[in-house]
C-alpha cells in the first residue's frame, strides 16, 4: 500500500511540474488599442489662459470595450460631466471627436480637437518625468466657449497625486 501511495503521489507531483509553464519574460505584453494614450491623468481646465477648473483634477482615458480605434475620456464630473469616445491615432499619438455623446449628460455633446499625448512630455507634481497630456473641449450646452485641457500623466507615487 504504501508503494502505491508513493507511486501515485509521483505521479501527481511530477504532472504539477509538467503542467506549468515556464515564464521567461521574454513574452511581449499586448497592449489595448489606445495603448499609450489611455492612463490616469492630472490636468487642468482653462479658457484664454485662466483656469475655470480650480486645480488639478483626475481625469482617465482608457479602451473601449469592443477594443477599436477608439477610447474614452472621463472627466469623472470634475470639470463639465462629461464621458465622451474619441477617434485615435495611436502612431501619431492623437485624439478627436465631433459632437460625441455624453454618458453623464446625454443631452450635451463633447467635441474634442487637437488631442494629443506626448511622451516624456511632462513633470508630476515632484518633478518625475511622465507623459503630457493636451485636448481642446467644447461642449453643445455653452456655445462659443472652448476649454484647453492639459496636464501630466499619473506617476504613480503618492506624493505626485493632488
Not at 483656469?51 to 477599436?68: E, H, L, Q
Not at 450635451?108 to 473641449?137: L, W
Amino acid at each position: 500500500m504504501k508503494r502505491h501511495i508513493k507511486v501515485l503521489l509521483g505521479v501527481l507531483i511530477a504532472g504539477a511540474l509538467g503542467a506549468c509553464d515556464k515564464v521567461t519574460g521574454d513574452e511581449p505584453l499586448e497592449m489595448t488599442t489606445p495603448g499609450k494614450l489611455a492612463g490616469e491623468w492630472f490636468v487642468t481646465m482653462k479658457e484664454n489662459g485662466t483656469d475655470v477648473g480650480n486645480g488639478y483634477k483626475k481625469i482617465m482615458t482608457f479602451n473601449t470595450a469592443d477594443n477599436s480605434a477608439s477610447m474614452w475620456i472621463d472627466d469623472a464630473k470634475k470639470f463639465r460631466s462629461f464621458k465622451s469616445k474619441v477617434s485615435v491615432d495611436v502612431n501619431a499619438m492623437t485624439f478627436s471627436g465631433q459632437a460625441s455623446d455624453n454618458r453623464y449628460l446625454t443631452d450635451r455633446k463633447v467635441t474634442v480637437t487637437n488631442g494629443k499625448v506626448i511622451p516624456n512630455g511632462g513633470r508630476s507634481k515632484t518633478g518625475n518625468t511622465v507623459d503630457s497630456i493636451y485636448f481642446e473641449a467644447s461642449f453643445s450646452d455653452d456655445p462659443g466657449h472652448k476649454y484647453v485641457i492639459s496636464g501630466h500623466m499619473r506617476s504613480g507615487f503618492a506624493e505626485d497625486v493632488y
